[in-house]
């Protein structure tokens, strides 16, 4: 398989934002090669076409089924195993946010509470620290609150609430000091309202 220029840019960006966001470069590049790709691709297609070892292509395509961003796929009369990621792109952000919220924020905020615990008991000298890390607590559980509304909108409901991102600026009034405040609109709050969860 050759890469045309297009999707080698992008495998080689992918791969550079993985490692921005803490993810092995090559597992971020296997991703996108995937993603890119409109067939099922096998271990060695892809370490040819990433020009990388079998055992890390094999690593990486590990991880990233745990993820959920990327499944193995059997073909009739082809006993190699094969591999798609995830198509859609909306569903793709869904699976990492969770993923992210399951590996980072929930040992966090355990994490917080058991230093919150840990900081009442040594009385007044640690008064500051408790009170910062309960304000950082509460920030991080507010954080997984929202995350938890957001994921329970429908994908269309998710994508009008990207689309309409300026709309829920003006709505709230998440504007900077000295900035002109334009008015929610009827639309504004229609649009807002439009954000119904799944039942």
Not at 42 to 61: C, F, G, P, Q
Not at 151 to 175: C, H, M, P, Q, Y
């Amino acid at each position: 398989m050759i890469l045309t220029p297009a999707a080698k840019k992008f495998v080689l960006h992918w791969g550079e934002m993985g490692q921005a966001w803490g993810i092995n470069r090559t597992m971020a590049q296997v991703h996108a090669l995937l993603f890119v790709t409109p067939e099922a691709l096998d271990a060695e297609e892809i370490s040819k076409s990433l020009d990388v070892s079998r055992s890390n292509v094999s690593t990486s395509l590990r991880e990233l089924i745990t993820w959920g961003v990327v499944r193995r796929v059997h073909i009739i009369g082809d006993r190699r195993d094969r591999f798609e990621a995830l198509k859609d792109v909306m569903e793709t952000f869904r699976v990492i946010m969770a993923e992210r919220k399951r590996r980072e924020m929930d040992p966090t905020i355990a994490l917080l509470e058991h230093c919150v615990v840990e900081a009442k008991l040594g009385g007044t000298s640690e008064e500051y620290t408790r009170d910062q890390l309960e304000k950082m607590l509460e920030f991080v559980r507010m954080v997984t609150l929202w995350y938890g509304h957001i994921d329970r909108l429908s994908t269309s409901a998710l994508e009008r609430l990207f689309r309409n991102g300026s709309r829920l600026v003006k709505l709230f009034g998440w504007i900077s000091p000295g900035q002109d405040r334009d008015p929610a609109t009827p639309d504004d709050v229609e649009a807002v309202e439009s954000l119904q969860p799944n039942e």
